[in-house]
Each structure stands twice: as structure tokens, then as C-alpha cells.
């Protein structure tokens, strides 16, 4: 009693951590663990039951053994934790891999587990430290432990491992408690490196203890000898009774019967760890992608493979026979599996050369089969092939670059042949498998030595892979990869050619092989096109625009695709070319092929430029015009078949300004390329988006131009010619910066917070003395403004500046515009006076009169009034002043009637007086058209210019008929006609009445039917001047009455009661006027009515 007590006071290491006992338990581990192996096994050898019970002084190794012995039993009594014991064995595995030099931590395992209650205890403590410590290298020296332990047959002709082997199946069935433990190690044991996923040395110690104990649950168990079973009893008691050995005889027995159906139950136990596999198998082809390809093949159709079957077999759980047979597939194939997916096995090589010849014959022996059987009767033969084909891609994927090469060497003739035959099979796993297989050996994709192109082995299999893509089917696919990734290494262009002779064959299903070819090759070369000599890539390039005639609209859409994914400079000149075509399915895949270019290189302003220069190499041919306005309009018909298709590439464009950089400066490099002009225009709202840049570009171009005075004197001598093609080009450089403007929307100019386009200049404008103008800061409107009034400009140029002048916008344009005008009124300048008309008229055209202040225009019309009332001289450019007067007159007339309050009952309203002509242009006109002068002047002079003045007002209003909006005709003719009909009879001059009778009938012909309800009285005041009026009057009158009598069907049958009064009147007209003119027109007209 008490060497009991004594024991049990001993063992409280749980509550005492420092105890004696914990340190007596470390001493005697560390004794043990120390010892050499043989050592340790002749004193395990001599232990006997009598002695494990017989306390001791703990003095030597036999005497640490019992020690061990007592406490682990003990512990495993009180089911306590056994980690003082375990711990240091899985630090011993750890530090001790090499079993042959540290196999002390497997012997004294295999000595507890000849205890059966010591077994049980052990291994669920096993199973609690892998699951309840979080030291990595706990684990991992618990995995190379229960590894070691699983594969005990590999140590046995080192070791006795009898106590491992008899409880072999108890324990896989507890270690398998540790797998989703396992597997979460493995599922987050990954590290990224360059885009890849590569494992770390616990997660690769953890799947390979996943694979060793799933791999051990497909071997057949092994029951020992009942003659070796009687030994190890008798070894470890000599007090035994036969009666026990009868019994353990009985238990032999039993075992060996049951063998089979233990099997099963491994089957079964293999079966629900499906799911714990597949996240391996997940695991294991992401570690494998980057530096083993083929292996990562191998493992892509296990896993494919285990998923089918899991997939096959999920719902058929109560079907016993069918499970079994599920279970028993699974078993049969991953004994095979399990060992080829091993991240580290010692013993591969030695197996290596066996097992090649074991799949290869396989593939043989079944394919030999198979062409006996006349086909695949059965899915049986298929399968196998596929088995064994899985198999050689995870065995020499496994493989070193050496050790491949030499391999590959010694039986490349039997694997070539059996390769290819399986080139012809249906399933595409197999055909993927071969493949996979072919391409390493030819590419030596995991290989790190040597060339990494086998030319012999290629050239020699070339023509029989090139006959495989006759047919559309699965085995064409994986051919199409295999021959893509032989061009693209091969340094000759011999396979290239045979493909893109098989692009231009009459066989459909041939062309669509190869454009596969053709596709797959561009994929690989993506990242890498200088592999190729640029020829062949022209080769392609001209072979693929072959191929947008095709009759097969996918070969089309395919070779578009691919032409947009290669060097634009190979395609992009004859695709141009293309878009010219005759042919309408040509046009169309050439069109669409354009836009895909352009889309896929949307971001590079270099293709565009290239696309520039391909436009203006069409016209080289063409011999250069007089006028640039001829150069523009050939070349603008050239181009649009292109242009129209810009603005759908520019809605794929993010970012413009490095556009607006290349095509700024290269056109001007070449300003007079008028392509480059259209196609900027195309682009006019994008262009808008990035405004400040585009002007910010053109003002630092205009700031670095200088006029040319030499121009100047030429001009003034007479001797400058247009063909002087060194001027010409002068001409166009400063013509480039306006055109550049001109493309911006109007919008751009709206904005007066624009810096680069107003600066200051809302308050900076002066104006010199001599009537020009001067800015502080330099911006884009003053150089406008310059430009239009700088007699030393072109005047081509001096006309555009003046024509953007126009957009300004009229804070910042009246007040410079309007100065100007009254001093160049003041000193006769006609240049600055046409420059201002041509900017106000164009303002009053994209604007309309409302953003005009009231005052201006008033202020306008006095300046206009002065230059209208200048002696007609025989001098053209005054005339040319004062149509530019009558045409602005006209616009704000325009406006008015567009502006609010503008309607008909208001403007009648407002019509009562001369207090209307300080507030309307219109009525101005009109008053002073028909009004007559109630004092006679005071020289035929000065009547003579008064006249000439109310003959610039009726040109007024017959201009204003022309450019009158529809929505405002009826308004203009109410107005006018309202006003002039009763008026013409009353006029002193027979030349104002005739002028009058102009804007009446100007009036008929261009605003149409607006003027039905004055129709009757037109029809009556053309009759009275045919009788009375002067000769003008009276041919006035004569094309008044045509002018009616070719008008609407409303205003014929207005006039119609009238038309009887006219016949009398045109019948004595006809035969008595002195003016053969109005005679024949008279004659005329009454043949109408007549008829």
C-alpha cells in the first residue's frame, strides 16, 4: 500500500508543471531519443511483463524504458495528456528526418503500440497535438512523424516494426480524424510570388501527410503470422497461459477472414475524405502552374476526375452496390495517384523507370485492345487510357530536367508512337494529356537545361500533327496549341508557311484550323513579338486581310479579331486600302476590322498618326492644285470612307491630351495636309473636352510665328504667285493654327473663364489711335483680332481669323469690334472695316441678336449708316464695305424677328411711328425706304447719296428675304409687305419704286407662302405698274406677276379673280410696250393664264 501511494503522489504534473516528475519524464526521454538505435532495440528486446511492473532506481535504459512505460499507462488510465512524451518524439522526427541516423522516435512508437491500451492512448494523443498546437514546428515535425509511421514498410528492413504493422488499420482510422485539420494547414500554407501561389515547407509536409494517409487507406491490410504473433506475446510475458494463446491464435484467425472486408471499410473511409482530397488536389495545381506544367496537367485531371466521380456517385448513397463500386474505383486509382503526388519522396527515383513502363504498356496493351474490338465498345478501355495518361503526366512531370532528358531519350520512340495514336481519340482529356506530354518533350517546358527546342523531335512529327487539323473536333483543338507554341520557338519559318498555306486552302474546316493556329500564336507572342521577323509578321497580317473575303462569316470575325491584336503598322496601310474595296463584304469586314484597330491600340496617338500618313499616301499620286480649297475638297473625298468610322473609335478614348499632342504637332509639321484638317474636324466635340490643351498648343504656335514681310511688297508688286510653292507653304503654316480653332464647338468660346482664350481681355482692350488694336496679355482672341485687321496677313488668312472673330464671345468682341469700325469709318480703311462686317455677321449668325446689347446694335447701325452713305465711287472694295453693311443689316433684322417679344401683334403695336426706328433696326430700314424727304437738299449731290442710301435699305430688306429663318418668314412678310405695298404708289423716285418692287418680288420668291394674305394686292400693285410706271417699274412689275404666278396652289387661287383683269392687261402690254423685254414676258404670262 504504500509503494502505492507513493506512485500516485507522484503523478501531479499537472498542478506541479516543475514537478520532479515532469523533469524525471524529460531526462528520460531525452536518454531514450539519445541512445543509438540498436541499442535501444536490444533493450526494448529484453523487457518482460515482470520487469515493465517492478518499480525501479531509473539507472539504466531498460530502467528509463519501464519508466515510460508506467507513466504513459498510467496517463492513459486517468486520460490525462501525454505531450511530455510526445513533444520531444516529434522534435527528435524533426531534427532526425533521415530515419537511417534517427529512427529512435519510430522504435519507441512501435514499442508502445504492442500495448493495445498504450496504442489507443498514444495515437488520439497524436491526433490532440496536431489539432491543439499552433507551433508550425510542432507541426511540422508531427507531420514527418505520422508520415514516417504511415509509410512504416519502408523502414522494415531496418527496424522491427511489428506494433505499427498489427495496428496499422486502428490507427489510419484515428489519424484520419486529423485530415481537415491537415487540410486547413495546406489550404492556408501559400505564399504569392509573381503572380503565382508556391507553398511553404509546413503546407508541403502537411499534403504530403494528407496524401501518405489517404494513399495508406487504399492498401490492402496486413495480418501478421501467428507464429510471429506468439513470439512477440511470449516475449513480453512468460507467465501467460495457454488458454491466452489459444485466444490470440483464434483473433489471427479472424483477422485474416475479415482482410477483405476491411478493405471495404478502408474504401469506404478513403470515400469520405472526397472532399478534404479535392481541396488538395486545388492546392497542389496551384503550386505546381508556375515551374511544373506537365505535373500541374497531371493533377488538373485528377481533379477533374475526382470531381466527376464524386459528382457520378453523390446521390446514389443508398444504392449499396453502386457506392461500393465508387469506392473501390476511387481506392484502385488513388493508390496509384497518391504516390505520383508526393511534393518530396526520397524514393521516386528508384521506382521511376518501373512505373514508365508500367503506364506506358498500359496505354498499349488497351489501345491494342480497343483496335481489336474494332472501337470503344465500352467507356471501360477509354477510361483506363485516361487513368494511365494521368498517370505519366504526374510521373514525368515529377522529373528533373536531367533525369527527363534521359528518360525522353530511352523510350521517346515508344511514348512518341503511343502519344500520337491517342492524338485520334474522342475523349479531350486524353487528347490534353498526350499533348501536354508531347509539348514538354519538345519544349522542355520544365526543364532547366539544354535548348528548349527539340527541332528532331518536331520535325519528325510535324506532318502527321499537321493531318490532325483536317477535321474540327477535339483532338484539332489541343493540336492547334501544340503546333502554335512550335512556331512561335522555332527559329525557321518552314511551320509557319504550311500554316498560312492551310489559311488560304479551299477547305473550310482546314482555314478554320489554321486561324486557330494563327490566334493561339498571337496569344503566346503577346508579351513577346519580336520572336518573329517582322516578314512574318507581314505574312500574317496579309493572310488574315485575305480573310475578311472569306464566305465563312466566322473565319471573317475571327481574322478582324486577331488583325486588330497584332503591329498595326503591318495591317493598318492595306486595310486602308480595303475600305475602298469594290466589294461590299470586303467594305464591311474592313470596316469593321478598322474600328476593332483602332479600339484595341486606342490609347496610342502613334497608330493614329500612322493612320494619318496611310490617308495622305493616297493622294501622292495626285498633282498639286492652284488653290488650297481644290487640295481640300480631293483630298476630303478621299478620305471619308475612313473618316465617317473616327467617331466611333473616339468614344473609346479616355484620355486626350496626348492625342492633341501628336496630332497638333504633326500637323504643324504638314499644314497643308488637308486630311489632317478633316480628321481633326471629326473629332471636334472630343477635342472640346481637353480645349485649354488644344489652345494652349495652337498659342504657342502663333506666338512663334512671324509675318513675312517680303509677302507683303510681292503681293503689292503683283509678282507673288500661288504656285510659288515656298509661299504657299507660308500660306498654310499660318492658315493651321486658325483651322484648328475653327474644329472647336462653339461652346469653347462661351466659356469666359477660358484663360488661354480671353486672358484679361474683358478690361484690357485698347485701341490705338490708328485704329488697331492692342492687348497686355497675350491670348487667343487677341491674336484673332490681329490677325483679321493685319493688312500684312494673307487674306485667306485675314478672312478666317476675322470668320472665329465671330464666335467670340460679344463681352469680349463689341467693344474691340465696334471701336474699330468707327475708326476705320473715320479714315476710309476698308480692310479693317470688311474684317469687323465679316466678324459681326458671322456673331449675328451662331448667336443670334439676343446676346447683342440694345446699345450696340443702335451704335452699329449709325457706324453702318455712315459707310452706306459714301459717294458710289468706282471703287470695288467700297462696295464690297457697304454689301458687307447691307448683309449686317440684314442679320440684325434676322435677330430681331428671332428675339422675344418679338411676335406679330407686338410688332404691330410698336410700328406706329418714327419713335420705332430709335428702337428697331427693321423698322429703321423700312422708314427709311419709304419715307420721302420733306425738304428738298440742298445739291443734286446730296440727293443723289440719299437715294443711292434708301437703295442699300431695299437691298437691306431683299437680303434679309433670303436669310430669314422658316419659323420667321411670316413675320418678315407682315413687317415689310404691310408697310411697302401701300407705299411704292406714293414714293417721289421712279428708282426707289423700282427698288421697292425688287424687295416685293424678292419677297414672293423666298419667303413663299407667308405671303398668301398680301397676294391679292401684289397681284393688283403689279398690274398698276404694268400700265403706268416707269420702263423699270413696269419689268418690275412683269416679273412681280411671274413670280406670283409660279408660286404655292393657295396663292394661285387667291389671286385667281384677279387673273382676268390681268389677261386684258398683259394682252395690250404685250402688243404696245416699247420695251421688247417686257413684251416677251408679257406674251409669256398670258399664255399661262390662256392655257
Known amino acids: 500500500m504504500e509503494v502505492e501511494e507513493e506512485r500516485r503522489l507522484l503523478w501531479k504534473s499537472e498542478l506541479q508543471p516543475e514537478s520532479m516528475l515532469s523533469v524525471t519524464v524529460g531526462r528520460a526521454m531525452s536518454t531514450l531519443l539519445a541512445a543509438r538505435c540498436r541499442k535501444l532495440r536490444d533493450s526494448i528486446s529484453t523487457l518482460s511483463l515482470e520487469t515493465l511492473k517492478k518499480p525501479s532506481s531509473l539507472g539504466s535504459l531498460e530502467e528509463q524504458l519501464v519508466f515510460l512505460h508506467t507513466y504513459v499507462k498510467d496517463a492513459a488510465e486517468k486520460d490525462e495528456k501525454l505531450d511530455d512524451v510526445l513533444i520531444p518524439i516529434i522534435q527528435h522526427s524533426l531534427a532526425n528526418k533521415d530515419l537511417k541516423r534517427g529512427g529512435q522516435a519510430l522504435v519507441l512508437i512501435n514499442w508502445l503500440f504492442q500495448d493495445e491500451f498504450v496504442f489507443q492512448a498514444v495515437a488520439k494523443n497524436m491526433v490532440d497535438v496536431i489539432k491543439a498546437k499552433d507551433d508550425r514546428f510542432i507541426c511540422l515535425g508531427w507531420c514527418v512523424l505520422v508520415r514516417s509511421l504511415v ?309 519528325m512529327m510535324f506532318p502527321q500533327l499537321l493531318n490532325l487539323l483536317d477535321e474540327r473536333d477535339s483532338t484539332a483543338k489541343a493540336i492547334v496549341m501544340l503546333i502554335a507554341e512550335y512556331c512561335s520557338m522555332s527559329t525557321g519559318g518552314h511551320c509557319l508557311e504550311q500554316i498560312l498555306q492551310r489559311l488560304a486552302s479551299e477547305n473550310a474546316k482546314q482555314r478554320r484550323n489554321a486561324i486557330d493556329v494563327i490566334s493561339e500564336l498571337i496569344h503566346l507572342l503577346s508579351n513577346s513579338i519580336d520572336k518573329l521577323p517582322s516578314v512574318a509578321w507581314q505574312d500574317i497580317a496579309n493572310s488574315l486581310l485575305e480573310r475578311l473575303s472569306d464566305e465563312e462569316t466566322v473565319i471573317r470575325e475571327q481574322a478582324s479579331n486577331l488583325l486588330a491584336r497584332i503591329d498595326p503598322s503591318v495591317s493598318l496601310p492595306a486595310l486602308v486600302g480595303l475600305l475602298y474595296s469594290s466589294d461590299d463584304r470586303v467594305k464591311r469586314s474592313a470596316a469593321t476590322t478598322f474600328v476593332a484597330v483602332l479600339n484595341y491600340h486606342g490609347q496610342e496617338p502613334g497608330v493614329i498618326c500612322m493612320l494619318l500618313d496611310c490617308l495622305s499616301n493616297l493622294n501622292q499620286s495626285r498633282d498639286l492644285p492652284n488653290a488650297t480649297g481644290d487640295v481640300w475638297k480631293e483630298s476630303n473625298r ?255 433684322i434676322c435677330a430681331e424677328l428671332e428675339g422675344p417679344g418679338s411676335d406679330i401683334e407686338s410688332r404691330r403695336r410698336k410700328f406706329s411711328g418714327k419713335a420705332d426706328t430709335e428702337t428697331s433696326i427693321f423698322n429703321y430700314v423700312i422708314h427709311q425706304l419709304i419715307t420721302n424727304e420733306e425738304e428738298v437738299e440742298n445739291s443734286a449731290y446730296e440727293a443723289n447719296i440719299s437715294r443711292s442710301f434708301r437703295i442699300c435699305m431695299a437691298n437691306v430688306l431683299i437680303s434679309a428675304c433670303h436669310k430669314v429663318s422658316d419659323s420667321n418668314k411670316e413675320s418678315l412678310a407682315q413687317k415689310a409687305l404691310l408697310h411697302l405695298i401701300p407705299s411704292v404708289k406714293g414714293i417721289r423716285y421712279p428708282e426707289i419704286r423700282s427698288a421697292c418692287v425688287q424687295v416685293l418680288f424678292s419677297a414672293v420668291y423666298h419667303l413663299k407662302s407667308a405671303v398668301l394674305p398680301y397676294s391679292a394686292d401684289l397681284l393688283k400693285l403689279s398690274l398698276e405698274l404694268l400700265q403706268d410706271g416707269s420702263e423699270k417699274e413696269r419689268l418690275g412689275g412683269a416679273k412681280l406677276m411671274a413670280s406670283l404666278m409660279a408660286s404655292e396652289d393657295e396663292i394661285l387661287e387667291t389671286i385667281s379673280v384677279g387673273l382676268i383683269e390681268a389677261r386684258s392687261v398683259l394682252s395690250n402690254v404685250s402688243r404696245s410696250d416699247l420695251s421688247l423685254e417686257i413684251r416677251q414676258i408679257c406674251k409669256q404670262l398670258l399664255a399661262c393664264i390662256t392655257t
Open 638 to 892: 478621299d478620305a471619308d470612307p475612313v473618316l465617317k468610322l473616327i467617331p466611333e473609335w473616339s468614344k473609346t478614348v479616355q484620355d486626350w491630351k496626348p492625342f492633341v499632342a501628336a496630332l497638333t504637332e504633326k500637323m504643324f509639321a504638314d499644314p497643308g495636309n488637308a486630311t489632317i484638317v478633316r480628321f481633326m474636324s471629326c473629332l471636334s466635340d472630343r477635342l472640346a473636352e481637353v480645349a485649354d490643351v488644344v489652345l494652349y498648343s495652337v498659342l504657342l504656335q502663333m506666338q512663334r510665328q512671324e509675318v513675312d514681310e517680303s509677302l507683303v511688297s510681292q503681293r503689292e508688286r503683283g509678282s507673288y504667285t500661288n504656285q510659288d510653292s515656298v509661299k504657299q507653304q507660308s500660306l498654310f503654316d499660318r492658315l493651321c493654327p486658325l483651322l484648328i480653332i475653327r474644329m472647336l464647338p462653339l461652346k469653347v468660346f462661351d466659356d469666359l473663364n477660358l484663360s488661354v482664350m480671353y486672358g484679361q481681355l474683358l478690361n484690357q482692350w485698347v485701341i490705338l489711335g490708328c485704329g488697331d488694336i492692342k492687348a497686355d496679355q497675350e491670348c487667343i482672341s487677341a491674336f484673332l483680332v490681329k490677325r483679321a485687321l493685319n493688312e500684312s496677313e494673307f487674306e485667306d488668312v485675314r478672312k478666317l481669323a476675322a470668320e472665329l472673330c465671330g464666335r467670340i464671345h460679344p463681352q469680349v468682341l463689341l467693344p474691340a469690334v465696334t471701336s474699330v469700325l468707327e475708326h476705320a469709318t473715320v479714315l476710309h480703311d476698308t480692310l479693317k472695316i470688311k474684317a469687323c462686317l465679316f466678324s459681326l455677321c458671322t456673331s449675328l449668325v451662331v448667336r443670334g441678336g439676343e446676346s447683342f446689347p440694345h446699345s450696340a446694335l443702335l451704335k452699329i447701325r449709325q457706324v453702318l449708316e455712315k459707310i452706306l452713305r459714301w459717294p458710289p465711287l468706282d471703287n470695288n472694295e467700297v462696295s464690297k464695305a457697304q454689301r458687307g453693311c447691307i448683309d449686317c443689316l440684314a442679320l440684325i
Open 151 to 459: 509509410e512504416y514498410e519502408n523502414f522494415m528492413d531496418q527496424y522491427s516494426l511489428y506494433g505499427i504493422r498489427d495496428n496499422y488499420q486502428p490507427l489510419l482510422d484515428i489519424l484520419c480524424l486529423c485530415l481537415p485539420h491537415l487540410s486547413k494547414i495546406v489550404t492556408a500554407g501559400s505564399i504569392l510570388r509573381d503572380g503565382f501561389e508556391l507553398p511553404t515547407r509546413l503546407s508541403v509536409s502537411a499534403a504530403d501527410c494528407i496524401l501518405a494517409i489517404s494513399k495508406a487507406l487504399t492498401i490492402k491490410a496486413k495480418v501478421s503470422s501467428t507464429k510471429s504473433q506468439l513470439l512477440t506475446m511470449n516475449a513480453s510475458s512468460q507467465s501467460m497461459t495457454p488458454q491466452s494463446t489459444d485466444t490470440a491464435v483464434k483473433k489471427v484467425k479472424l483477422a485474416s477472414k475479415s482482410s477483405e472486408g476491411s478493405m471495404t471499410e478502408m474504401s469506404y473511409l478513403l470515400w469520405d475524405q472526397m472532399d478534404i482530397l479535392i481541396l488538395l488536389l486545388q492546392k497542389l495545381l496551384a503550386w505546381s502552374r508556375k515551374s511544373r506544367v506537365l505535373h500541374a496537367k497531371g493533377v488538373e485531371l485528377v481533379l477533374k476526375w475526382m470531381q466527376e466521380i464524386k459528382q457520378r456517385y453523390r446521390d446514389i448513397r443508398n444504392e449499396a452496390d453502386a457506392l461500393k463500386s465508387g469506392t473501390l474505383l476511387l481506392s484502385s486509382c488513388w493508390k496509384h495517384f497518391g504516390g505520383l503526388l508526393y511534393l518530396e519522396d526520397h524514393n521516386f527515383y528508384q521506382k521511376c523507370d518501373e512505373l514508365l513502363e508500367q503506364y506506358s504498356s498500359g496505354i498499349q496493351y488497351y489501345m491494342e485492345n480497343q483496335a481489336e474490338d474494332h472501337g470503344e465498345k465500352t467507356t471501360s478501355g477509354l477510361e483506363t487510357r485516361k487513368f494511365f495518361i494521368t498517370c505519366l503526366c504526374l510521373l514525368l512531370g515529377r522529373l528533373d530536367g536531367k533525369r527527363f532528358e534521359s528518360s525522353m531519350s530511352e523510350h521517346w520512340v515508344k511514348i512518341s508512337r503511343i502519344l500520337i495514336s491517342q492524338l485520334h481519340c474522342t475523349d479531350e482529356d486524353v487528347v490534353s494529356g498526350a499533348v501536354c506530354i508531347l509539348k514538354a518533350a519538345i519544349f522542355k517546358n520544365d526543364c532547366s537545361s539544354g535548348n528548349a527546342l527539340d527541332n528532331k523531335q518536331m520535325n
